[in-house]
């Protein structure tokens, strides 16, 4: 996993005009008042100081020599990881590639190179078709009105300590490695750019969020954080075995994101939460119709993008309605058809998956913290079955798609459904 782009896509699209216009008013409001200055920013004492730094090429260098000779593996590997950490740290993302294109030729002269992206995990096709036999339910429930949406504003201090109690709720062991992410400073909280949280291989993960007091930067936080508790626990394997498969990263970092968000309802007043539950709604809808919908148009039009294709895609995903409020060009706003290829699909797994262990938790409450510890700690040592399998997950079997698909489904309609029963009982004669 090197990029956590749901920030970006998460909240895209299948919006009305009305509520762009007043979301983007929100996102004014609350960047008045968050005061950036109070807001953490990472702790870069150790690390680079700059992208000229000689020390940069020095330690290439002699990565490069410990690596070919095989003289001193360890200390090579935690060269690389520093400079792979500092490739994303310094630059904040706009130009990633020329350092990384350096550190990777080295480690793959030495064979120590990233594993090549993975293909979809066994399961993927029956997950696209499950999603398109209801996409068009999820896409009605994703357009229903939000009547009360959240405006309110959460500190820096409120938000970390609701992330921290959310993880520490899935297992001890999870919240002490979030807690303990914020305190080591890796925390930066005004970067602007997509999320992220870089692995850094055996030095810890480094993340960065542009944090605005808005609940969609709040669940972006808990988002990131699921992914540094992944690693944080999974870091005592190695550099070599921490970095968890795409799919099972995004899987983490989606049950963090929703046990806070659960957390949130379960504390808020009547009208706040029917504001979070329609975000909930509107969120699950777009999270697993796009990346169903991108994956498929990776596949399809194998690396020649058409508009034609697109709409096709759309249309036998989530309905005639949906293709006849898309653009043609709608692809082109999703950076991981660029960023990431091949990796939309782990997006929509995760979203689904992560309702499904959170269903595993409250049918087992006892159970679940050991397990969910034993997930994140095997980092990238497993694939996907046998991680979820502890769990009764298997991803390979279309059944296990159809419920859960039919779990998101239920999600969304019962929160629409609670709304129009108050429409219909606070306007009686209709
Ligand atoms: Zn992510």
């Given at each position: 996993?090197?990029i956590?782009?749901?920030?970006?896509?998460?909240?895209?699209?299948?919006?009305t005009?009305?509520v762009n216009r007043?979301?983007?008013?929100c996102?004014?409001?609350?960047r008045a008042?968050?005061?950036a200055?109070?807001?953490?920013?990472?702790?870069?004492?150790?690390?680079?100081?700059g992208?000229?730094?000689?020390?940069?090429?020095?330690?290439l260098?002699?990565?490069?020599?410990?690596?070919?000779?095989?003289?001193?593996?360890?200390?090579a590997v935690s060269?690389?990881?520093?400079?792979h950490?500092?490739?994303?740290?310094?630059d904040?993302?706009?130009?990633?590639?020329?350092?990384?294109?350096?550190?990777?030729?080295v480690?793959l002269r030495s064979?120590?190179?990233?594993?090549?992206?993975?293909?979809?995990?066994?399961?993927?096709d029956?997950?696209?078709?499950?999603?398109?036999?209801?996409?068009?339910d999820?896409?009605?429930?994703?357009?229903?009105?939000?009547?009360?949406p959240v405006?309110r504003?959460?500190?820096?201090?409120?938000?970390?300590a609701?992330?921290?109690?959310a993880?520490?709720?899935?297992a001890p062991?999870?919240?002490q490695?979030?807690d303990r992410?914020?305190?080591?400073e890796?925390v930066?909280?005004?970067?602007?750019?997509?999320p992220?949280?870089?692995?850094?291989g055996d030095?810890g993960?480094?993340v960065r969020?542009?944090y605005d007091?808005?609940l969609?930067s709040?669940?972006t936080?808990?988002?990131?954080m699921?992914?540094a508790?992944?690693q944080m626990l999974?870091r005592p394997?190695g550099?070599?075995?921490?970095d968890?498969?795409?799919a099972l990263?995004?899987?983490?970092?989606?049950v963090?994101?929703?046990a806070t968000?659960?957390l949130?309802i379960?504390?808020a007043?009547?009208v706040e939460r029917?504001?979070l539950?329609?975000?909930r709604?509107?969120?699950?809808a777009?999270?697993?119709?796009?990346?169903?919908?991108?994956?498929?148009?990776e596949?399809?039009?194998?690396?020649?993008?058409?508009?034609a294709?697109w709409?096709?895609?759309?249309?036998?995903?989530?309905?005639l309605?949906?293709?006849?409020?898309e653009?043609?060009?709608?692809?082109?706003?999703?950076?991981?058809?660029?960023r990431?290829?091949?990796?939309?699909?782990?997006y929509?797994?995760a979203?689904l998956t992560a309702?499904?262990?959170?269903?595993?938790?409250e049918?087992?409450p006892?159970?679940?913290?050991?397990k969910?510890?034993?997930?994140?700690s095997?980092?990238?040592?497993?694939?996907?079955r046998?991680?979820l399998?502890?769990?009764?997950i298997?991803?390979?079997?279309?059944a296990y798609?159809?419920?859960a698909?039919?779990?998101?489904?239920?999600e969304?309609?019962t929160?629409?459904?609670?709304?129009?029963?108050r429409?219909?009982?606070s306007?009686?004669?209709r």
């Amino acid at each position: 996993m090197k990029i956590g782009l749901v920030g970006p896509l998460c909240f895209l699209k299948f919006r009305t005009a009305s509520v762009n216009r007043r979301e983007r008013i929100c996102r004014h409001s609350s960047r008045a008042m968050i005061n950036a200055s109070d807001l953490p920013v990472w702790n870069l004492s150790g690390l680079y100081k700059g992208r000229d730094d000689p020390q940069i090429d020095q330690d290439l260098a002699e990565a490069g020599v410990l690596l070919e000779s095989g003289a001193d593996h360890p200390r090579a590997v935690s060269l690389l990881a520093r400079l792979h950490a500092f490739g994303t740290l310094y630059d904040g993302g706009r130009n990633e590639g020329a350092l990384h294109k350096r550190v990777n030729a080295v480690a793959l002269r030495s064979k120590v190179a990233d594993p090549p992206p993975p293909g979809p995990a066994p399961g993927v096709d029956a997950l696209c078709t499950q999603v398109a036999m209801r996409g068009a339910d999820l896409w009605i429930a994703a357009g229903r009105p939000d009547p009360h949406p959240v405006t309110r504003q959460w500190s820096w201090e409120d938000a970390r300590a609701l992330v921290v109690e959310a993880a520490g709720s899935l297992a001890p062991a999870a919240g002490q490695a979030v807690d303990r992410t914020f305190r080591e400073e890796r925390v930066h909280a005004r970067h602007p750019g997509s999320p992220l949280t870089h692995p850094a291989g055996d030095r810890g993960p480094y993340v960065r969020l542009d944090y605005d007091g808005s609940l969609k930067s709040v669940l972006t936080l808990a988002h990131e954080m699921g992914h540094a508790a992944h690693q944080m626990l999974s870091r005592p394997l190695g550099v070599m075995a921490c970095d968890p498969r795409p799919a099972l990263a995004e899987t983490a970092a989606a049950v963090n994101e929703q046990a806070t968000l659960r957390l949130l309802i379960a504390r808020a007043g009547d009208v706040e939460r029917q504001g979070l539950m329609a975000w909930r709604r509107r969120n699950l809808a777009d999270v697993i119709l796009r990346h169903v919908m991108l994956h498929r148009f990776e596949i399809v039009s194998r690396g020649r993008p058409d508009d034609a294709v697109w709409l096709r895609i759309v249309e036998q995903t989530a309905g005639l309605r949906a293709a006849r409020a898309e653009k043609g060009d709608g692809w082109r706003a999703y950076p991981v058809l660029t960023r990431a290829p091949g990796s939309a699909w782990t997006y929509a797994f995760a979203r689904l998956t992560a309702l499904a262990l959170l269903a595993r938790r409250e049918a087992d409450p006892a159970a679940f913290p050991r397990k969910w510890t034993e997930f994140l700690s095997a980092g990238g040592t497993m694939d996907e079955r046998p991680a979820l399998w502890p769990f009764l997950i298997e991803p390979a079997a279309s059944a296990y798609w159809q419920d859960a698909v039919e779990l998101a489904v239920a999600e969304a309609e019962t929160e629409a459904a609670g709304w129009n029963r108050r429409l219909s009982l606070s306007r009686p004669w209709r």
